[in-house]
Every structure is written in structure tokens, then in C-alpha cells.
């Protein structure tokens, strides 16, 4: 079967109500969201704190697309196992958060989970050339990660070098940061496949009027698409 390179939306539970994640997983799923992500943050690699394994696990009993889990946290490797465990489907760690990023995706693949690898706006395409036999995704960082809501930094050069240097691999190319129905397009159009959505596809909605969580992903969604 071919590799599918359709436009995907995953909504991050980052800009969700905390107090109510897993009404708002079935409300984002319910309102065509493609995959589920999840920024776990350890106030360490980045300026920011929010959930572990135990979270995570709760959330997987939520989520019947594909849990996207990404990891800024450092070290990385004490808690594959863990995220394994936890559920998710997909699981994404830093080229910044340690010497052994190699060795990060061996053993996530090793775990059963599909192997992710997230590059911070400063670090070059060329950081992952090494590391695409082992990678399902390569996540372009378009902000600064730690917080929801920040300024898109604009990686059209990245992503386009990056889709040169996959190829026909099947890798997906994630964009992080800042996505909405005016920077979709830009990302979209130089290569990438799944775009992540905090403040965009929660703004304007709730678990009780998720109606515009709807509208959101599918404005993100036709701007994408009409770039591709
Ligand atoms: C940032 C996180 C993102 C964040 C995106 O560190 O990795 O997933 O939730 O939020 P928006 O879409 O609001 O920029
Ligand atoms: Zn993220």
C-alpha cells in the first residue's frame, strides 16, 4: 500500500480545558480531528511542566485515532518503556535532548511504538540525515516548544529540504507551532503532512459547544489542502 501523504490535523490537548481531557479528546475526534497530540513537558528541557505517564495513560482510554505523543523532555530514554506502556501510538523525542537520539529511536521502534524525532527552530534539516531509516516522523518545530499560542516562525526552507532528503520514504513530516488557516498553506505547500493545532482548534469552542472545534480543523484543513 502506497505511503499516505493526505493532509492530517492533530489537535494538542495543550490548549484543551485540563480539568476535562477526556470529554475533550472525543470532542476534537468527534469533530474530524485525524490524530490526537500530546506535549509532554518536564520544566527541564523546556521553560514549561504538564503531565507523565500516568496522564497519559487515562488519555489513551479516550482516544480512538492515533496518539500522538511528543516528548520535550530530557533524558528521554528511562521513560520509553513507560510511554510503551501508556499507550501511545507514536512517540516523538528531541535531536536536542541528548547525545544518543539514535539510540532514542532504536529503542522506541524496539518498544512497538512508531519512532519520532522533533528538530527545535535553530537545529538544521541536516541533524536528522542520519537518522531517517529509523524515523516514522520527523516533527518541524515552527515556535520555540513550551507553550501553546506563540508566533509562527516560518520553516518553509526546513521542510522543503527535508522532503528532498526523504524521498520515498515513508515518513511523515509534522509541523509544530503556530498553525492556523494562514500559515497552514506555507507548510503544506513545502511538504508536510501533519500539521499540529493547539490554540487554533480549541479557540471560539468547549465540550459543550464543540461546533467550532469542528469549523477550526476543517478551515485549517481546506487551506492546507488548497496549498498542496
Ligand atoms: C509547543 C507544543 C505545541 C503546542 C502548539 O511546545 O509542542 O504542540 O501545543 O500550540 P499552538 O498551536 O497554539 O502553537
Ligand atoms: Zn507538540
Redesign the pocket.
Known amino acids: 500500500m502506497p505511503f499516505d501523504r493526505r493532509i492530517r490535523i492533530a489537535p494538542?490537548?495543550?490548549?484543551a480545558d485540563f480539568a476535562d481531557f477526556g470529554r475533550e479528546i472525543r470532542a476534537v475526534e468527534d469533530q474530524g480531528a485525524d490524530w490526537v497530540?500530546v506535549?509532554v513537558?518536564d520544566g527541564h528541557f523546556?521553560p514549561?511542566l504538564t503531565f507523565g505517564p500516568p496522564a497519559v495513560a487515562a488519555f489513551r482510554r479516550h482516544v480512538t485515532t492515533v496518539m500522538d505523543v511528543?516528548l520535550?523532555i530530557a533524558p528521554v530514554d528511562p521513560w520509553i518503556e513507560a510511554y510503551a506502556k501508556a499507550g501511545a501510538d507514536i512517540l516523538t523525542a528531541h535531536v536536542e535532548a541528548g547525545p544518543h537520539i539514535h539510540r532514542t529511536l532504536q529503542a522506541i521502534r524496539g518498544a512497538g511504538m512508531k519512532a519520532g524525532v522533533a528538530l527545535n527552530p535553530g537545529t538544521p534539516a541536516e541533524a536528522v540525515a542520519h537518522l531517517l531509516d529509523l524515523a516514522d516522523l520527523v516533527c518541524v518545530?515552527?515556535?520555540?516548544?513550551?507553550?501553546?499560542?506563540?508566533k509562527?516562525i516560518d520553516m518553509s526552507g526546513k521542510v522543503r529540504a527535508l522532503r528532498v532528503m526523504i524521498g520515498d520514504r515513508p515518513i511523515h513530516i509534522e509541523i509544530?507551532?503556530?498553525?492556523?488557516p494562514a500559515t497552514a498553506p506555507l507548510m503544506a505547500a513545502a511538504g508536510a503532512d501533519v500539521l499540529?493545532?493547539?490554540?487554533?482548534?480549541f479557540r471560539g469552542g468547549s465540550v459543550a459547544d464543540p461546533a467550532p472545534y469542528g469549523a477550526n480543523i476543517r478551515a485549517i484543513r481546506a487551506a492546507a489542502e488548497a496549498a498542496v
Do not use: E, R
Open positions: 494538542s490537548i495543550l490548549s497530540h506535549d513537558m523546556v514549561n511528543h520535550m518545530m515552527t515556535v520555540n516548544p513550551g507553550f501553546g499560542g506563540q509562527f509544530d507551532g503556530g498553525m492556523d499540529v493545532a493547539g490554540s487554533a482548534v
